[in-house]
T-cell receptor
């Protein structure tokens, strides 16, 4: 079984600053995906960024980037130039590699509540 | 295009009542997932459909929970004889099967059992 741990229940950052959210996971799989999802107060879960475990290069999406350390089983999210709209719950999630004609569920951490202040 | 929709958005049920929660996935999405999210927690997997076939129901907490997707599109999650511990947000997600793994989530149904 896979477990995902987010050790920071709450974090706060000032607008325009940079913040890093931590995530560690435990798995015996060699091939898998990792995700960060954002859940604003309206509760619609939105994909922020994803990383394939076989790729060494860290994924980047505009102001969002990850630091993926496969050996350490660590997957942190860095948000640069934080904006008020970044205020939300952030969930780290793990998925086993998807093969054709099958699908796997996401294993989520407990989340980190991020507050961006003016 | 339209995203995943769920109805109702809010449901209050008295303990012992049956409830039915609906999910309309993105058109053409083959995979459909149901998750349960308790207050202050991350979502937890309940069940998975590929078209109309329920391939994994290992996350359903008891035999009071039942899900179906008879025509491979709309899905219904039914909870019989609701208990207080069933109070949670129920999330539906859909995805394609094309080697990609992104799941698109609906807004959820908040169930409160009194």
């Amino acid at each position: 079984a896979q477990t995902v741990t987010q050790s920071q229940p709450e974090m706060s950052v000032q607008e325009a600053e940079t913040v890093t959210l931590s995530c560690t996971y435990d798995t015996s799989e060699n091939n898998y995906y990792l995700f960060w999802y954002k859940q604003p107060p309206s509760r619609q879960m939105i994909l922020v960024i994803r990383q394939e475990a076989y790729k060494q290069q860290n994924a980047t999406e505009n102001r969002f980037s990850v630091n993926f350390q496969k050996a350490a089983k660590s997957f942190s999210l860095k948000i640069s130039d934080s904006q008020l709209g970044d205020t939300a719950m952030y969930f780290c999630a793990f998925m086993k590699h998807v093969r054709v004609n099958s699908g796997y569920a996401l294993n989520f951490g407990k989340g980190t509540s991020l507050l961006v202040t003016p | 295009g339209a995203g995943v929709s769920q109805s109702p958005r809010y449901k209050v049920a008295k303990r012992g009542q049956d409830v039915a929660l609906r999910c309309d996935p993105i058109s053409g999405h083959v995979s459909l997932f149901w998750y349960q999210q308790a207050l202050g927690q991350g979502p937890e997997f309940l069940t998975y459909f590929q078209n109309e076939a329920q391939l994994d129901k290992s996350g359903l907490p008891s035999d009071r929970f039942f899900a179906e997707r008879p025509e491979g599109s709309v899905s219904t999650l039914k909870i019989q004889r609701t208990q207080q511990e069933d109070s949670a947000v129920y999330l539906c997600a859909s995805s394609t099967i094309s080697g990609t793994s992104e799941q698109y989530f609906g807004p959820g149904t908040r169930l409160t059992v009194t």
